[in-house]
């Protein structure tokens, strides 16, 4: 990935995108109006930061395109599977979709998803000029949210998945996302032929691998063009929001991504 900063706002991008057609970035914590634990650049509502501050906030992260607030589209996330096209962006005040998925092909339509240790996973198809933002914590990664994005995109679009070229972003890596009983037995259940791959044993405690998860489930659907950050969110919260480690007052760091 490539480092960015513009006003104080650091964020990176992935090298494989072209900055040319492009608008993206995963922003990290710094540069924003938020105090105490949400410190600085909380995009998020939802952990008790005040709407000022997170529109302010995100308003600091769409200057850097250029681009309206008014231009956003954001879904209320729900660690599901579901998949939601748009083609305009979200009328200011109507209700957010639930949805952890969001496609466009439209170039006044700005994506925006925010995270704190999930997985943030962005696609691009340059021939049918069509992107998406995914976000895959452990739930949406077992039921496969990657894979029925790109079902979605090939059966909606007519998208060739050699074509599509795939970013994965900053997120809990597996050194640190221990799981209990309850999730080992959903991996096992659901993710079996992966199980082996993406579940390790160290000394007694189990640790999921959302990283090698989504990123093989990706191969699987034909995608062979990955890049992967390999940022963990929980070792560097100095850069990064970590609901492991820091708990409910976590705040939220966000993803856009637009076509120019």
């Known amino acids: 990935m490539v480092t960015n ?27 924003g109006i938020s105090p105490d634990s949400f410190s600085s650049l909380n995009v998020g509502e939802s952990a008790g930061d005040t709407r000022e501050n997170v529109l302010e906030n995100r308003k600091r992260i769409f200057k850097t395109f250029d681009r309206p607030l008014s231009s956003i589209y954001d879904v209320w996330q729900i660690h599901s599977d579901e998949i939601v096209y748009t083609n305009n962006p979200r009328p200011s005040g109507a209700k957010h979709i639930k949805a952890d998925a969001i496609l466009t092909d439209s170039k006044k339509v700005s994506l925006f998803m925010q995270f704190a240790d999930c997985v943030p996973i962005l696609v691009y198809d340059p021939h049918k000029i069509l992107i998406g933002i995914i976000h895959a914590g452990w739930q949406g990664t077992i039921t496969r949210i990657v894979q029925k994005t790109i079902q979605f995109m090939q059966e909606n679009f007519q998208c060739k998945p050699e074509d599509i070229i795939a970013g994965i972003g900053p997120s809990i890596g597996p050194d640190h996302y221990e799981v209990g009983k309850n999730v080992i037995i959903e991996i096992e259940d659901k993710l ?55 708990g409910q007052k976590s705040g939220r760091f966000g993803v856009f991504f637009g076509l120019k």
């Open 192 to 246: 079996s032929e992966l199980t082996a791959e993406v579940l390790s044993n160290i000394n007694g405690k189990f640790y999921f691998d959302l990283w090698k998860a989504n990123r093989l489930l990706l191969e699987k659907s034909g995608v062979v063009k990955i890049e992967t950050a390999e940022i963990c969110t929980a070792c560097n919260i100095q850069d990064w929001y970590s609901y492991r480690c820091e």
């Open 5 to 31: 900063e513009s006003n104080k706002l650091k964020y990176y991008t992935f090298e494989n995108f072209s900055p040319d057609k492009l608008n993206h970035g995963i922003f990290t914590r710094h540069g």
